[in-house]
């Protein structure tokens, strides 16, 4: 059985369509402060991340999102792994800019562009919260967006847009901008969501690039099946799912899972334990 992940192409790059996410690797639980400080506490060397990204590439999962050009201890595990297991990781950076109307801010803005392709960023992805204050609901429109992306372009990088807010997608198609990706929340919970999940379906279905779904567990709110299952069955063949885990182990579970959900099979997974598991339950 073939457990290299399917691909597929964004801008001309060959992504796999599960990608790591970083969350549960820097910190952000969007459970509670203890957990974002567990997390850190347990990932603060370059070398602790190894295991979980070596896991990832296992299945040829061979890219990673996040804010990483802003981000330096999870920009130095990129590079060790890389160093330690010979393969290279597509960095897919989600830089927060600012986008204030000022010479100043531009410059700012500029910079940090410029610091995603020095750490070797293949995309450039504007954050969401830099994003969406440009938005403007009457017009339809995101205003002097283009200036940024031809920052990006400039720099000989990818872009593309992070949005939790959908009309960031619907917007950007209806202007044909310069992106050729979107990241876009969307899990069976309606987590973080800013609309109902049906409507999210259909923005992501009618796209015009693919889109890099994220929170497809929504932090935890629901197990790895149920978010799998839905999310997979949900999304268009081109389109990308970004998976973080909080361990090697995690990796493995949601690789399993997705190559069972996609080639239309039940999972080889060990059942979940219990104290006093019911025998219609079983266990392997």
């Given at each position: 059985?073939?457990?290299?992940?399917?691909?597929?192409?964004?801008?001309?790059?060959?992504?796999?369509?599960?990608?790591?996410?970083?969350?549960?690797?820097?910190?952000?639980?969007?459970?509670?402060?203890?957990?974002?400080?567990?997390?850190?506490?347990?990932?603060?060397?370059?070398?602790?991340?190894?295991?979980?990204?070596?896991?990832?590439?296992?299945?040829?999962?061979?890219?990673?999102?996040?804010?990483?050009?802003?981000?330096?201890?999870?920009?130095?595990?990129?590079?060790?792994?890389?160093?330690?297991?010979?393969?290279?990781?597509?960095?897919?950076?989600?830089?927060?800019?600012?986008?204030?109307?000022?010479?100043?801010?531009?410059?700012?803005?500029?910079?940090?562009?410029?610091?995603?392709?020095?750490?070797?960023?293949?995309?450039?992805?504007i954050h969401h919260a830099s994003a969406e204050q440009l938005v403007n609901k009457n017009k339809r429109i995101i205003d002097r967006l283009p200036d940024y992306l031809y920052m990006?372009?400039?720099?000989?990088?990818?872009?593309?847009?992070?949005?939790?807010?959908?009309?960031?997608?619907?917007?950007?198609?209806?202007?044909?901008?310069?992106?050729?990706?979107y990241i876009q929340i969307f899990n069976c919970m309606g987590f973080l969501m800013q609309v109902e999940v049906e409507s999210v379906a259909r923005i992501i279905n009618d796209a015009?690039?693919?889109?890099?779904?994220?929170?497809?567990?929504?932090?935890?709110?629901?197990?790895?099946?149920?978010?799998?299952?839905?999310?997979?069955?949900?999304?268009?063949?081109?389109?990308?799912?970004?998976?973080?885990?909080?361990?090697?182990?995690?990796?493995?579970?949601?690789?399993?899972?997705?190559?069972?959900?996609?080639?239309?099979?039940?999972?080889?997974?060990?059942?979940?334990?219990?104290?006093?598991?019911?025998?219609?339950?079983?266990?392997?």
């Amino acid at each position: 059985m073939n457990k290299l992940f399917p691909r597929t192409t964004v801008g001309g790059v060959s992504l796999p369509r599960m990608l790591m996410g970083t969350n549960w690797l820097i910190g952000y639980s969007h459970r509670s402060a203890a957990a974002d400080s567990g997390i850190r506490e347990k990932y603060s060397t370059p070398e602790s991340y190894l295991p979980v990204i070596e896991a990832y590439l296992d299945y040829g999962i061979d890219a990673i999102m996040g804010p990483i050009s802003t981000t330096p201890i999870a920009y130095e595990a990129i590079k060790h792994a890389e160093d330690v297991t010979g393969k290279k990781i597509t960095i897919i950076d989600t830089p927060y800019i600012n986008v204030d109307d000022t010479a100043e801010a531009r410059a700012e803005a500029n910079a940090l562009i410029k610091k995603s392709r020095e750490i070797g960023s293949t995309f450039c992805l504007i954050h969401h919260a830099s994003a969406e204050q440009l938005v403007n609901k009457n017009k339809r429109i995101i205003d002097r967006l283009p200036d940024y992306l031809y920052m990006i372009r400039e720099e000989g990088l990818v872009p593309g847009l992070s949005a939790h807010m959908p009309e960031l997608v619907q917007y950007s198609d209806l202007n044909e901008y310069d992106v050729e990706t979107y990241i876009q929340i969307f899990n069976c919970m309606g987590f973080l969501m800013q609309v109902e999940v049906e409507s999210v379906a259909r923005i992501i279905n009618d796209a015009k690039h693919p889109v890099m779904t994220i929170k497809p567990f929504a932090a935890g709110r629901c197990t790895p099946f149920v978010g799998l299952t839905f999310s997979w069955n949900a999304i268009r063949d081109c389109d990308m799912i970004t998976v973080g885990a909080a361990s090697a182990a995690e990796v493995r579970e949601d690789a399993e899972l997705s190559l069972a959900i996609l080639g239309r099979r039940f999972p080889d997974l060990t059942a979940r334990s219990s104290p006093a598991p019911q025998s219609v339950l079983g266990h392997k």
